[in-house]
């Protein structure tokens, strides 16, 4: 790991527990979504740090599972390991299944949420009718269901383990 890795792993791991403290008070679904989202995002740029600059963008989560899904032959196996599957067309079978609700999750920040749901600012901006506080997102209900409790595993796993896949 490079030491821009460390550091957006560091930040990541960072928002990544507060999501989880933040959980187990019962807070509304807003801030857990905004600090699992901002988790996914710097776990991704930690991740694409490995060769250059990742986007300034709050998207890349999905590719970074994308990538995973990717993994070269000689990496597969200890790839899927790590995520605890026995085989990697397993692994790269979860993952398929879980983008839908990954590409949600990076979709509630206001950059790329447009006028819609967001985590942080009550919409639309011209006329606001919606407070997120108060908001049921179809993607926390998503990530309530058993792959998006697969898929909150799988972050507190690659939080944990980034040095292992860095």
Not at 10 to 32: K, P, T
Not at 117 to 143: I, R
């Amino acid at each position: 790991m490079n030491e821009f890795q460390r550091l957006w792993w560091q930040q990541a791991r960072s928002d990544h527990e507060v999501f989880l403290l933040l959980r187990r008070e019962g807070i509304s679904a807003c801030h857990l979504l905004h600090y699992l989202q901002m988790a996914t995002e710097k776990l991704a740029k930690a991740y694409f740090w490995r060769t250059n600059a990742p986007p300034k963008s709050h998207a890349g989560f999905v590719k970074f599972l994308r990538s995973l899904g990717g993994t070269p032959t000689a990496h597969r196996s200890s790839m899927a390991k790590r995520f605890a599957f026995n085989r990697f067309e397993d692994f790269q079978r979860w993952i398929f299944a879980v983008l839908p609700i990954a590409y949600d999750l990076e979709r509630i920040t206001p950059a790329l949420a447009s006028d819609g749901p967001n985590s942080e600012y009550p919409w639309p901006h011209a006329k606001p009718a919606n407070a997120p506080v108060s908001y049921e997102f179809d993607v926390w209900n998503s990530l309530a269901k058993h792959q998006g409790r697969e898929l909150m595993r799988f972050v507190h796993r690659a939080v944990e383990r980034f040095s292992e896949f860095a």
